[in-house]
T-cell receptor
Framework: SQQGEEDPQALSIQEGENATMNCSYKTSINNLQWYRQNSGRGLVHLILIRSNEREKHSGRLRVTLDTSKKSSSLLITASRAADTASYFC???????????FGTGTRLTVIP | DTGVSQNPRHKITKRGQNVTFRCDPISEHNRLYWYRQTLGQGPEFLTY????????KSRLLSDRFSAERPKGSFSTLEIQRTEQGDSAMYLC???????????FGPGTRLTVT
């Protein structure tokens, strides 16, 4: 399966700092998606980056994709306590319909 | 558009009993997915529907699990002869036909005692 692997497993920062999470995968992809899961809440789609894109922005989020290294990063700028959550990357393998999630990065933003 | 809904939100059952969960996707979303998530893990793919057709099933989905989407709208996931290892959060997601982003429901938390 084309599972994303997030790094680090856990990250703790002060409010206002930036948070960077990384994702690695193994095969060719159509796109790569990032999701967030707050404690007690469902998964929410954050951003999608296509295989022919290298960088994408959405509000305080910045995603990069390096298909030669099979890696992606998610940067959250000016973090807030409400950003505390688990973040998952989900690569969509070329020709597939299903997403395979990793174990996620647990982000804690300290007020 | 009220989002993806799942019922029940919580289910406690005794080992050996059968349980059924329901998922109502966002209207007009053709694709529907079921996932299972245990504590500290990401969601694990179980099965996928395109309209009423079940197109893919994970090897995680044992014979005790069955899913249906009879009219291409809501879907049910049934677990027969539940085991303690089935305790997990069961998530449903839907996607429009021309999109890739998955919209998740709140999940059904199953506890098998």
């Amino acid at each position: 399966s084309q599972q994303g692997e997030e790094d680090p497993q856990a990250l703790s920062i002060q409010e206002g700092e930036n948070a960077t999470m990384n994702c690695s995968y193994k095969t060719s992809i159509n796109n790569l998606q990032w999701y967030r899961q707050n404690s007690g809440r469902g998964l929410v789609h954050l951003i999608l980056i296509r295989s022919n894109e290298r960088e994408k922005h959405s509000g305080r989020l910045r995603v990069t994709l390096d298909t030669s290294k099979k890696s992606s990063s998610l940067l959250i700028t000016a973090s807030r306590a409400a950003d505390t959550a688990s973040y998952f990357c989900a690569p969509l393998e070329t020709g597939a319909n299903n997403l395979f999630f990793g174990t996620g990065t647990r982000l804690t933003v300290i007020p | 558009d009220t989002g993806v809904s799942q019922n029940p939100r919580h289910k406690i059952t005794k080992r050996g009993q059968n349980v059924t969960f329901r998922c109502d996707p966002i209207s007009e979303h053709n694709r529907l997915y079921w996932y299972r998530q245990t504590l500290g893990q990401g969601p694990e793919f179980l099965t996928y529907f395109q309209n009423e057709a079940q197109l893919e099933k994970s090897r995680l989905l044992s014979d005790r699990f069955s899913a249906e989407r009879p009219k291409g709208s809501f879907s049910t996931l049934e677990i027969q002869r539940t085991e303690q290892g089935d305790s997990a959060m069961y998530l449903c997601a839907s996607t429009p036909d021309r999109g890739y982003e998955q919209y998740f429901g709140p999940g059904t938390r199953l506890t098998v005692t």
